[in-house]
């Protein structure tokens, strides 16, 4: 079993390599780059000749990827162009920032979601079940910056009790903080919820069907320890696979909810390097976005490995 | 000759209709409705979408169903126009998803060998980047042209459109008629057209529907933050984008267009749930 667990963790670091060279790549075919950007009106050749030695931007491209990913390594994430400072001290708070979002987003919705799925397969067909049905239905469909729209609507305009927008400063408070944190994270709760209830429905619903709960049932157990104790611990593997999953999907979501409430976090740091053009920060950023993603993805494949005994061996 | 009656319980194809629920009905009265909206669209719009026509932004107008957007412009026209962009390119996109993925799957599952570990491989890097993350690269290289757009949700969605078919051709594959087929003779293509691409064709419709809602999400989503589809282009993604200042005012302008695209993609999942409510379980069977 653990070593398909290490074989796991090998591919893993391989698409970490294999993504960095995509980050790398991605941002190097942009036509123009950061040396005419930064001189703007003043590039002549000579000017340009001259900012790119100095950039180190004349190296062919293997040698920049090279000592790009060298420098990764060690935690040096270049200099910002647009800004003239190193991308770390960007970076951190705004990763901070994002991650509690993450955070507070995780320990909200998984309980929240995983109650929901268990209580819809626990009495399937009843009137919680088509109840809770509905809910996940419009948490699919509804695009995040709907939620977040609604939400504004509701609780910012018409109740006036929260900020449309974070109004975050180095010195904002607790109270602001949960201010400015409450309705981004309960747009991201909700476009979660559906998805995470309706795979631990079908997941619990899928075990209930095995022959050993029929057993238990025909023992005389009562249907709560049937679901908490044999379903229960049977599910636990496929449903870390599927939060992690969605942990994962988090990742994408953000970039929204963050752009829409102006939100201090990563991901606006990286649109705002997009759309300046500024390559390094827009590198760094994407690195962790992806490495994140795929250290969950790993997460999610070692727990389904682990968790189910007839996988631990290969076929 | 006495009749043999093959107990088949597939539903006559005279009363397919009744198979439908409420909420399939619901779903398909939506969707019509869009459809309708988007081909009749410049014929149907009040007021050209491009034109400004109250003299305050935001402003509430007798003449303007929604109200006016961020510099005076008809919602409702914009809307109507707004559809046609975005269901276009969502269904471009979807479908050029389908054409990528769905070939090469079946591909890689047919032909084996090399050819498939190498799709695959790089199938699962593709897979093992965040959709957004990817475009976002594409974009800031290639700019933000609708071919672009695209082109890169086709590339991005691909991935798992591949997994997918892959995994149902392989099932039908390893069945003992293809085996026969192969024994009698037929080449590569016959078996494709003839045998597996009839089996798999159920379970990658409905799930077209789902990408369909997925990419039009996506797409909105791409055009929310900027590097959709461009202004002045009537698009509900980035009307949603423009408007979403006037939130802080208490303008409801935003609401319409993320509305709009609310109800059609609650639309399509009320259908597709209807659908595979009714199908067999084998599907659930293929992905576990």
């Given at each position: 079993m653990w070593k398909m667990v290490l074989k796991r963790l090998g591919i893993g670091v391989v698409m970490l390599f294999a993504v960095s060279l995509i980050v790398f790549t991605g941002t190097e075919i942009?036509?123009?780059?950061v040396a005419e950007i930064i001189l703007g009106q003043s590039a002549t050749p000579e000017t340009l000749r001259v900012l790119r030695a100095e950039l180190g931007l004349d190296q062919p491209a293997y040698l920049r990827y090279l000592f790009w990913l060298g420098d990764l390594v060690q935690?040096?994430?270049?200099?910002?162009?647009?800004?003239?400072?190193p991308i770390a001290e960007l970076v951190a708070p705004r990763l901070q920032n994002t991650f509690l979002l993450a955070g507070c987003v995780a320990v909200i919705a998984v309980p929240l979601s995983l109650s929901a799925g268990l209580l819809a397969a626990m009495y399937p067909g009843t009137w919680t079940d088509r109840a809770i049905s509905w809910m996940t239905l419009g948490s699919i469909s509804f695009p995040e910056f709907f939620t977040a729209t609604v939400l504004v609507l509701v609780f910012s305009i018409e109740l006036g009790l929260l900020p449309p927008i974070s109004n975050l400063?180095?010195?904002?408070?607790l109270g602001e903080w949960a201010a400015a944190l409450a309705l981004p994270v309960a747009t991201l709760t909700i476009s979660l919820f559906g998805q995470l209830v309706r795979l631990t429905r079908a997941t619990t619903l899928n075990i209930m069907n095995e022959p050993y709960v029929e057993m238990a049932v025909l023992k005389g157990l009562s249907r709560r320890r049937i679901v908490f104790l044999h379903v229960g611990l049977n599910a636990f593997g496929p449903i870390v696979n599927v939060v992690a999953l969605n942990m994962a999907y988090l990742v994408g979501g953000v970039v929204i909810v963050e752009t829409i409430f102006a939100f201090p976090g990563l991901a606006k740091l990286m649109i705002d390097g997009v759309q300046t053009r500024d390559l390094p920060v827009v590198q760094a950023c994407a690195m962790i976005f992806c490495a994140t993603y795929v250290l969950l993805i790993l997460v999610a494949d070692i727990a389904a490995i682990l968790a189910n005994a007839r996988l631990r061996h290969a076929r | 000759m006495t009749e043999i009656d093959l107990g088949d319980d597939r539903p006559a194809r005279r009363d397919w209709h009744r198979r439908i629920g409420p909420g399939g009905w619901i779903g398909i009265a939506v969707i019509l409705f869009w459809a309708l909206v988007a081909l009749l669209g410049p014929w149907i719009a009040?007021?050209?979408?491009?034109a400004t026509i109250a003299?305050?932004?935001?402003a509430a107008d007798d003449r303007l169903l929604l109200g006016a957007d961020y510099i005076g412009r008809d919602i409702w026209s914009r809307v109507i126009i707004g559809a046609r962009t975005t269901l276009g390119l969502s269904l471009a996109a979807t479908v050029l998803t389908y054409l990528i993925g769905a070939t090469l799957g079946v591909c890689a599952a047919t032909i084996g060998g090399w050819a498939d570990a190498g799709l695959s491989r790089v199938n699962d890097v593709l897979l093992s980047l965040p959709n957004i993350m990817l475009a976002l690269l594409v974009i800031a290289a290639f700019g933000t042209s609708n071919l672009v757009v695209i082109a890169t949700t086709a590339v991005v969605f691909s991935s798992s459109v591949f997994r997918f078919s892959r995994a149902l051709a392989m099932n039908v594959m390893v069945q003992d008629f293809v085996e026969v087929a192969a024994i009698r003779g037929e080449r590569f293509p016959w078996i494709v057209f003839h045998e597996v691409l009839p089996n798999i064709a159920m379970p990658l419709v409905s799930d077209f529907g789902m990408k369909l809602v997925f990419i039009m999400l996506f797409i909105s989503g791409l055009s929310f933050i900027g590097l959709g589809v461009q202004p002045p282009t009537p698009d509900w993604g980035s009307m949603v984008r423009e408007n979403v200042q006037g939130l802080a005012y208490g303008s409801y302008a935003a609401l319409w267009p993320a509305g709009a695209i609310a109800t059609l993609t609650l639309a399509i999942n009320l259908v597709v749930d209807d659908l595979s409510a009714k199908s067999s379980k084998a599907i659930t069977q293929t992905m576990g």
């Open positions: 942009l036509p123009g780059d935690g040096d994430l270049g200099m910002s162009h647009a800004r003239n400072v400063r180095g010195d904002s408070d | 009040p007021y050209d979408p491009g003299d305050m932004p935001y």
